[in-house]
């Protein structure tokens, strides 16, 4: 007689696993993000001495593009994290599809959280 806690192991551990994929793409955007951060700190040292605008110009780009890199990556994470979602909700595998899209939801709250706080604190502190 079976006791019911296989196939309870086999949703929870499968909607649990499908959630440490679905957070993949947060991962990726966090490690692209502060190699962006380190390679800035390293293209200022490097432009020590050339003066301010030059300094401020070629932190500005790497920075800059360090961060247009890491959208592209947590961009693609996404998209290939869906399709697999939708690959294995076509096969059958409904826990799976579910714990990622799940993670998906959580990561895309955590990314638009710091922005919109940005945009609703004041800039400019009372007089």
């Given at each position: ?53 030059v300094e401020q110009?070629?932190?500005?780009l790497v920075l ?64």
């Amino acid at each position: 007689m079976p006791s019911g806690t296989e196939s309870s192991d086999k949703l929870g551990g499968g909607f649990w696993l499908a959630g440490l994929i679905g957070l993949a793409p947060l991962l990726a955007l966090v490690v692209v993000a502060a190699a962006s951060v380190v390679l800035t700190i390293v293209a200022r040292q490097l432009t020590i001495g050339q003066g301010f605008f030059v300094e401020q110009r070629i932190t500005a780009l790497v920075l800059g593009a360090g961060l247009a890199l890491a959208a592209i990556v947590y961009v693609i994470g996404c998209v290939r994290t869906l399709r697999r979602a939708r690959a294995w909700q076509a096969a059958g595998d409904a826990a799976r599809a579910a714990g990622t899209l799940w993670a998906l939801g959580i990561t895309a709250v955590l990314v638009v959280v710091p922005v919109v706080v940005a945009v609703l604190l004041p800039q400019h502190p009372a007089r």
